[in-house]
Each structure stands twice: as C-alpha cells, then as structure tokens.
C-alpha cells in the first residue's frame, strides 16, 4: 500500500465515524475507556465543548486532535441522548527498561541514548520507535568500532496495560583498522606519512589510545596533516584523490586506502605585500617568515599572515584582512606570494560585559581584564585577558565575543562569558614514592571565599619522613594594584630515621608567616615574607656527633624569627608539559636578631626550556644553594642541603649526597651541607606511538650535582654524574614519574638507587 493510500483509508475511516453520529448539540460530555489519563486530559485535546453542535467535519478534527496526541492506539466518538461519548483505547506505558550485555558503555549512557529518542521508563509506547532505539544503540556501537554488534529487542505485556522493554545487546569484537597503504606516494616513504596519522594499526600503545578503531572524523583529521604536510614541504598542488575503508566480512579488521596525487615541488620566486600600511611596511616585512628562493611551505604562509593580522590588531585594527595571494608558474614551478593587507577601520571598545557570574563578584573578573574601556581594541589584550580570568580556576569555561555596537562602524563591546564550577573542594590522597614509601594527605580549601576570588586552605600530609598541618589564607589582591597577601600556620615534622644512609633526627617545627606577592609584570614577581616559629629538635644515640654537638650548645628547642624575600619569573607555554620557555625561583630566607637561631639561606633554581625539532624539546635546569649562620653561630643542621634522588641527582639515593660521616658502630650516614650545586640536560620528547598524547612524556638525561660544607669546599672534583632515562604520565590516578639513571663518577660511600619513581593521586 502506498503512503498516499495509506492516508485516504485513514481519512476514510474518521470520516466513517464522523458520519456515524448525527448532528446534534452537545449537552454533556463523557469520557470511557480512560485507565492512566485524567478525563481533563483529554478534555483539553478535544476541540469540543457543551453546547457544540456536532458535524461531521467537526467530528473528524475532534478524532484527528485525539489521534494526534500519541496517547491512543483507537478513538471513537459516539451519541447517547445529546451526550457526546469519547470512548478511548490507550496506548501502553513503559514500565521499565532492561539492558543486557553492554560492557563497552555504561547503562546510564545507553538510557541516554534511548531517552534522546522518546523511549524512557513511564513515556507512552510507541512501536514505531524500536526499530529507531535498534538502530541508536547500533549507532553508539559503531562509534566505538564495534560492527559486529547486534541489538534485539523484547516487548512483555505487563498489568494495568503497561509493557516491559528489554535490549539484549551482543557487542561483538572491535574491529581494528589492519592495514592503511598510501598510493601514489613517491616523494616520502611511506612509513613517513603514516607517522602523520593519528589513525594506526594495532601496536603496544593502541590499548590505552584507541587509534587503532576507525573513526571518520580523525580520518579526516589525518587527510588534512598529510596535505599539510606535503604542502609544508613544497607541493603546492598535492590533493587527495579518493579514500576507500573496508571492513571484512567478519566485520572484525579495517583496511584503509588512501590516493594522493603530490605534483611537483614549488619554489619561492617573490615576495611583497600590497595594500594599506597602518604600521611602517619594513615593520611587516619582518613578521614575514616566506622569503624569496625558500621551497614553498604553507605553514610559513599561515604564519605570517597570523603575525600581520596580530600586529595590526594590537594598534586596534583587529578585524584586518590579510590575503596571501599566490602568482603560480607552472612551467618554472614556482609561486610568488602578495600579501594584501586591509587593516579596515579602527576598532574601539565601547563597555566591557561579564556574563554568567552568579557567585563571583565582578570586579574579581574585571581586575584580570587587560583590555581597557574606551581604548583601541586589542586582541592581544583581550586573549591575555581572558588567559588571565582562565587561570583564576574559578571557571570550567571562559567565552570572548565582541559585537559591534548598533549604528556605529568603529565601536565593539567586549563581552566576558562564564561557566562557574564549583571551587570548594575536600580532596583525599594516596601516594607513594620509593623514599616515603606511602604518603597520606588531605585538604580543605576554598579558593573562591564568598565570590572574593581569595582563597582558605587546610591541608594536612602524613608521610615517613614528613608530616604538615597548614591553615593559609590568601588574597591576591590586598591592594588594587595587585599586591598579593598571604598568611599560614603550621606544624611541620620531619623524621629522617627511615632513611638509609641519612643521618637521623627529628624536628617539628610550630609557627606562622605572612607574605606579601609584588607583581612586576605578566610574568614576574616579588615576594616578602616575616615569620616565627619554633622548633624542637631530638637526636638519638646514633646521630651524628655534629648533630649532638649542636643540641648540646644551643638547646634542643630553638624559636626563630625569620625574613624571606624572593624573585619568580616563569614564562613557560604550559604548566603541565612546558615545550619553551624560562622558569625561575631566587629567595633568600635570614633568621633575624632577637630569635635563637641566626642564619641566612639562599637557593636559586633555574629551567630554560627551548624546541629543537618535532615534539622534542632540550631542558637546562639547576639549582644553587648556600647558607651560614652569624653571629658566632653555624648554619643549623636542620636547615642543611640536601641532594640526590628524584627531582635532584637520579641514580643516587634520595637526601644521600653530601658529606659524610661514620657512628660509633661504623654506619656512614649522611650529614647534609651548607653549600649545594645541582644540574640537568634533558632531551622531552612524547611516547613513541601515542603521537599527540601529551599525558606520556619520555626524556633522556645527565644530572650532575653534589653538597658541600663542613670543613670541605667547593670542588668539580667531587661532582657526581648519572646518565639515563625518565617516564612521566599523567594518569587518571594523578602524575607518576619514573626513571632509571647509571650512576657516573660514583664514590665508595655513595648510595646508590638506579631505579626510582614518585606517584600519587587525588580522589
């Protein structure tokens, strides 16, 4: 039966039981038939009232509006004494939805899924639908490379005409993408272009990446980093010819081909720029990086065309237009380039607008905000401002859109968007290292304290060797122009007799500090801090004779009054996985006059990172300590340097560097110095065969360092050196490092530890 007559034997029959009744008028109205909807309902459906009078083509709307509703499988419209009868059949409700045999997702996404398309527990039945929640739980599937997966459904009647709904659900195996071949490529091996892709065949690393399951969407992605690729290199005109992906008939392996057609390499003969020069032309020229005689690269091209646009929207031209036009020479194969520059009209900002802070204050945002009203508008300003309120971590998302304002041609507003996330939190974690063996923590913080943007934590670390309570407050803006103000109390101890090869004390220190953060720019800062604390200090049979000298002369309870001030300068592109940048820390920590202890302690720590080729970067990080006590005291042992083992000298046991010296019984333990010089030269690069997957990071290093003091000096001499290989990941249990180092110039004495390794997590 075609649809067309489909639909005029429905009309028939409506209009058959709209003929059945004879036409009167409406005194009453009675609904039969009805089980779970109210008789209001229905009433409210039907375009039929008291007082109607009933005709045929009234009579048919009234069906048609019923029908409509999709909660009757049959309605029917009879007379009894001028009483309109609506007599209803209604359909099934689902009274639950069962799924079986799904492993590769949880039930609630498959619920999900199937609520998306009108099928959920207490909705109205409608057969029509299985066959689309057949194929939407198919679909979820296929988006996991599982072809072979197979759904089938069960519908049980139930009392009280409702139905059960049950989804017997065979995943199937995933299929794998078994080969991907490249024809047409002559100009690069093979291997070289699939090093490109994301998309891979099955090897060590697919398990945790999934690159080895087809997906359309990285399919394309890949397509599109060849014909970068290519084009980076000088095929101007490389295009790809077609794809194939076929699936075996088992549906379990994948084969993809790709055809590519690379053309011919094409030369730089020319370059200029043409246009509007709103900046001195030589000032462009320069952000140009194509230059004449070079072998054409589209990156190149990009670039510069990105440069130029940022230069001129930085003098508040931000909605330029540059071209890169291309002048082909087939025959000669080469290309000369014009960039056309149309900076258009000048941009100013009208308002500034936030959005979507319903607990955070405004001015929290808007002291982040470096794009001032009534100014030029910026991109460079407006992207470090919103870098800035990003950072704040009060936001899981930051929008920037900057409409122009009605009836002007050089007016924008800039508006501020933001998702607020919660920003309490109560973390519980669990570690381990292979100094502190197990390390149990927990925090209570704030960094949101009634939408001020300052910040109340307390946090509390248990380990073997370390043990803090903290309570610090924060306020980064204790003054307009940015000055930030801290304070802390805390009890710290620190219990070396777990350590071999470190001499072993205890301390617990009790005391407090405030802080004040200068700001000098974007990237770099001052700090000041005055504090008091005391400590007690308890030495043991067998610690060292320095140890027990000290103790005897100054008392093993010592109450300090302390002054720090620092310099920090961290330019870095990331955090988590820097690439470049610079990474600087310089403080100088004094016990003042008037207290127990007088010293002054200094460090510096220095990392320079900088990209030497793809994905590998060279990091040159060390550290200098050095610290003496005054008047007529030394430097007190607790506050000694100490080197080796993760984050300092890999290969050698953690704190073991230094000088040393021998107990009664003949253990050489160590004793920590006053001067301290650390070093490393890392090689970054990502896990081969996880590609793009910044969580894994390989290195390759040489470390170098020593301590020095007590009575001996500063010496090359009496440097240690290991060599060897790290690991670090970002995994969902939080970050784990690991590494394996060779000792070098090792001495006698030396601890040694070659494979070492630090992990935790929060949850």
Known sequence: MTIRAFIAAGLLLLSTAALALSPFTIRDIRVEGAQRI???????????????????????????????????????????????????????????IDINGAKEFNKEQLTEALKSIGLAEARIYDKSLLDKAEKELKRQYLSKGRYSAQVTTTVTPMERNRVALTFNISEGEVARIKEINIVGATVFKEKTLLDQLQLTTSNWFTWYTKNDQYSKQKLSGDLETVRAYYQNHGYLEFAVDSTQVSITPDKQDIYITVNVVEGQQYKVSDVKLAGQFIVPEDDLKKLVTLKSGDTFSREKVTNSTKAISDRLGNEGYSFANINANPDINKEGRTAAFTFVVDPGRRVYVRHINIFGNARTRDEVIRREVRQMEGGWYSIELVNRSKERINRLGFFSDVTVDSPPVPGTTDQVDVNFTVVERQTGSIQLGAGYSSAEKVVLSTSISQNNLFGSGNSLTLSVNSGSISRTYALTYFNPYWTEDGIGRSWSVYDRTINTTSLTGVSPYMTRTIGGDIHLSVPLSETNAYSFGM????????????????????????????????????????????????????????????????????????????????????????????????????????????????????????????????PHTQTIVGNTLNLGGTEMITGSMEALFPMPGLKNDKSFRLSTFIDAGNVYGNGGGFSLGLLRYSAGVGLSWYSPMGPLTFSYAVPLHAQPLDNIERLQFQMGTTF
């Open 38 to 96: 109210e008789a209001g309902t229905i009433f409210s459906y039907l375009p039929l009232k008291v007082g109607d009078a009933v005709t045929d083509e009234k009579a048919s709307a009234a069906l048609k509006s019923l029908y409509d509703t999709g909660f009757f499988s049959d309605v029917r419209l009879e007379s009894d004494h001028e009483v309109l009868v609506v007599i209803v059949q209604e359909r099934p409700a689902i009274s639950k």
């Open 531 to 658: 504090g008091y604390e005391s400590t007690a200090v308890t030495v043991i049979s067998n610690s060292p004779i320095q140890y027990l000298d000290f103790v005897n002369q100054f008392g093993d309870v010592a109450k300090t009054l302390k002054a720090d001030v620092g310099f920090s300068r961290d330019s870095r592109d990331s955090i988590l996985y820097p690439t470049k940048g610079l990474n600087q820390r310089y403080s100088l920590e004094a016990g003042l006059p008037g207290g127990d202890l007088k010293y002054y302690r200094a460090t510096v720590n220095e990392q320079l990172l900088t990209p030497i080729g793809y994905d590998i970067s060279l990091s040159f990080s060390g550290q200098l300590g050095y610290g003496h006590g005054y008047g007529g005291m030394p430097l007190p042992f607790f506050k000694n340097f100490f080197a080796g083992g993760v984050g300092s000298v890999r290969g050698y046991y953690t704190s073991s560097l230094g």
